[in-house]
């Protein structure tokens, strides 16, 4: 357990409990709020004890600050682009007291390689937009638009340059859409992030899946392991013991 620090709110800001180690978050409901992808994500990455990890995108630090808790990461590091978001990351990780372990970084993806030194981290996760292009948005300077389309980076972009930053042998875990499933294995492919590890993730046992959550390890060699289904839901509406534990319920 940290000791919290005094941190300044913005309007429209709130504290939100995390429900784990008595971690704390700010958000802005006004611009966006983690969802429930982060938070699998954070559970499917397996990080091994003293590694340099690395958030691709991370909003308002949500994975970074999650796996301060669940792994005995070395350092966690996260980069943002938009200024609102990386200053919410940054005043959490002081928020919890956990300076010494996360860093947020403001920064393009899409120049992550130059940011950062090269092959340095052995994870990197990433919950990136999952529509493509800007089609029939009004503002693409929104917060929310930002986080749901590739309006700043591609899943190139996130790809390209996790391969530049990871160590041999190192992972990308990632959290994404199912209908661009041929796609990301191909950029990975491409990019020597071998697809190692996939999980699927239904809303209901009854339905189709909505998530994958998917494990690459760079320069590793071809050969894929699937996991159970990731069931979100009961019949009744209740969230299913694996996901109520994750959640700290």
Not at 45 to 69: E, H, K, Q, W, Y
Not at 79 to 101: K, P, T, W
Request: net charge negative.
């Amino acid at each position: 357990m940290h000791k919290m620090a005094q941190v300044s709110l913005k309007e429209s800001e709130r504290i939100d409990d995390l429900q784990r180690a008595g971690l704390k978050i700010i958000q802005d409901p006004g611009r966006f709020c983690f969802g429930m992808d982060a938070v699998l994500l954070a559970h499917f990455t397996n990080v091994p004890d003293d590694s340099n990890v690395l958030d691709l995108g991370t909003g308002t630090g949500i994975i970074p600050i999650l796996m301060s808790a669940l792994t005995k990461a070395a350092h966690l590091s996260g980069l943002e682009i938009q200024d609102e978001s990386a200053d919410m990351a940054d005043r959490s990780v002081r928020l919890n007291g956990i300076e010494d372990r996360v860093t947020i970084v403001k920064g393009d993806i899409k120049e992550a390689g130059g940011i950062f030194p090269r092959a340095s981290f052995d994870i990197i996760t990433c919950n990136p937009p999952y529509l493509q292009g800007g089609h029939g948005i009004t503002n693409p300077g929104d917060a929310k638009a930002i986080a749901r389309h590739e309006i700043l980076c591609t899943l190139e972009d996130v790809v390209a340059n996790a391969e530049v930053l990871l160590k041999t042998g190192g992972k990308f875990c990632m959290v994404h859409r199912p209908f661009r499933l041929s796609e990301i294995m191909n950029v990975m492919h491409e990019h020597h992030l071998e697809p190692k590890r996939m999980r699927l993730v239904y809303p209901f046992a009854d339905r189709e899946p909505n998530m994958v959550l998917i494990e690459g390890v760079r320069g590793g060699n071809m050969r894929i392991e699937v996991e159970k289904p990731l069931i979100l839901q009961n019949p009744d509406g209740s969230y299913t013991d694996e996901v109520k534990e994750w959640y700290g319920f």
